[in-house]
T-cell receptor, first 112, second 112 residues
Framework: GENVEQHPSTLSVQEGDSAVIKCTYSDSASNYFPWYKQELGKRPQLIIDIRSNVGEKKDQRIAVTLNKTAKHFSLHITETQPEDSAVYFCAASSYNTDKLIFGTGTRLQVFP | DVKVTQSSRYLVKRTGEKVFLECVQDMDHENMFWYRQDPGLGLRLIYFSYDVKMKEKGDIPEGYSVSREKKERFSLILESASTNQTSMYLC???????????FGPGTRLLVL
């Protein structure tokens, strides 16, 4: 079945630097790739998503890129701020799996 | 806004007790999910349901059961709680299969 691997598991950056989190998936039929942010003590919330017919999507300081050939997608956060500190989860789904398969999460810490 | 609520934020139970965790969503979503979240292991799917009275096993169903008698409500049952079921439990719902999921606030369960 589908497997999603996420790296790194922890990431520390200085405020203002960029952060990149990468995920790879195994099912070539995967067509939907959401990213969730979970702040400490709170629920995961969708921050951005991308579909397989698009290579890149941006929303202010965050962007997601998709490489279907290599079967990987990445979350890019520019000009990081302390409030970006959280655990980020990637996920993938396809018509084969019919449900979201989540990565194991990345704990991002942004130091002032 | 989609609202997913869970019956308790914190729960302390004794080994061998029967435990009920309830989840309610108010957006008429067909699909509901129960996850378990443990450090370093990400979100692991326990059970899911695509319709009333319907249930499907996820990746870690052992020791759990579910009930979906009404569309808006999905219950997770621990028939005989054990200490290795101490965890954070997250409920989610989605409008379409394999699409964006909306999470509840989570129930942190401690089994003594």
């Amino acid at each position: 079945g589908e497997n999603v691997e996420q790296h790194p598991s922890t990431l520390s950056v200085q405020e203002g630097d960029s952060a990149v989190i990468k995920c790879t998936y195994s099912d070539s039929a995967s067509n939907y790739f959401p990213w969730y942010k979970q702040e400490l003590g709170k629920r995961p919330q969708l921050i951005i998503d991308i579909r397989s017919n698009v290579g890149e999507k941006k929303d202010q300081r965050i962007a997601v890129t998709l490489n279907k050939t290599a079967k990987h997608f990445s979350l890019h956060i520019t000009e990081t701020q302390p409030e970006d500190s959280a655990v980020y989860f990637c996920a993938a789904s396809s018509y084969n799996t019919d449900k979201l398969i989540f990565g194991t999460g990345t704990r991002l810490q942004v130091f002032p | 806004d989609v609202k997913v609520t869970q019956s308790s934020r914190y729960l302390v139970k004794r080994t061998g007790e029967k435990v009920f965790l309830e989840c309610v969503q108010d957006m008429d979503h067909e699909n509901m999910f129960w996850y378990r979240q443990d450090p370093g292991l990400g979100l692991r799917l326990i059970y899911f349901s695509y319709d009333v009275k319907m249930k499907e096993k996820g990746d870690i169903p052992e020791g759990y059961s579910v009930s979906r008698e009404k569309k808006e409500r999905f219950s997770l049952i621990l028939e005989s709680a054990s200490t290795n079921q101490t965890s954070m439990y997250l409920c989610a719902s989605s409008l379409y299969r394999g699409e964006t999921q909306y999470f509840g606030p989570g129930t942190r369960l401690l089994v003594l």
